[in-house]
C-alpha cells in the first residue's frame, strides 16, 4: 500500500507565492518519477511539473519561469514552489507518483489534492 499525502494550498493574492509539498510512504522500493497535476472547474487535469530521480524536470509552458519542482530522495518528498501566481493558476493540485514496491509491481499512485486559489 502506497499513500501520498499533499498540503501547502491555500488562497493568495495574484502575484504570491506557495509551496506544496508531497510526501509519499508505504510499501516503496523505488520511486521512479514525481510530478505535480492541476485540474481547474470544467478543464481536464493537467500535467504541470514532474521529476525524475535523478533530477531530469519537465515544466508546462504556462508555469515555465514561475514553478520550480524538487525532490528529496531520502524523504519521498516532492515541492512545487510557485512564484508570480496568476488567477487562472487556481486548480486542485494533484501529486502523482510512480513507484516500484516490494513485490516489484509499479504503478502510478495519486494524493487526494490541494486547493490553491489565486484572487485578482
Known amino acids: 500500500q502506497v499513500h501520498l499525502v499533499e498540503s501547502g494550498g491555500a488562497l493568495v493574492q495574484a502575484g504570491g507565492s506557495l509551496r506544496l509539498s508531497c510526501a509519499a510512504s508505504g510499501s516503496i522500493m523505488r520511486i521512479i518519477t514525481m510530478g505535480w497535476y492541476r485540474q481547474a472547474p470544467g478543464k481536464r487535469r493537467e500535467l504541470v511539473a514532474s521529476?525524475?530521480?535523478?533530477?531530469?524536470?519537465n515544466y508546462a509552458d504556462s508555469v515555465k519561469g514561475r514553478f520550480t519542482i524538487s525532490r528529496d530522495n531520502a524523504e519521498n518528498t516532492v515541492y512545487l514552489q510557485m512564484n508570480n501566481l496568476k488567477p487562472e493558476d487556481t486548480a486542485v493540485y494533484y501529486c502523482n507518483a510512480r513507484i516500484t514496491d516490494w513485490e516489484l509491481s509499479t504503478s502510478d499512485y495519486w494524493g487526494r489534492g490541494t486547493q490553491v486559489t489565486v484572487s485578482s
Open positions: 521529476i525524475t530521480s535523478r533530477g531530469s524536470t
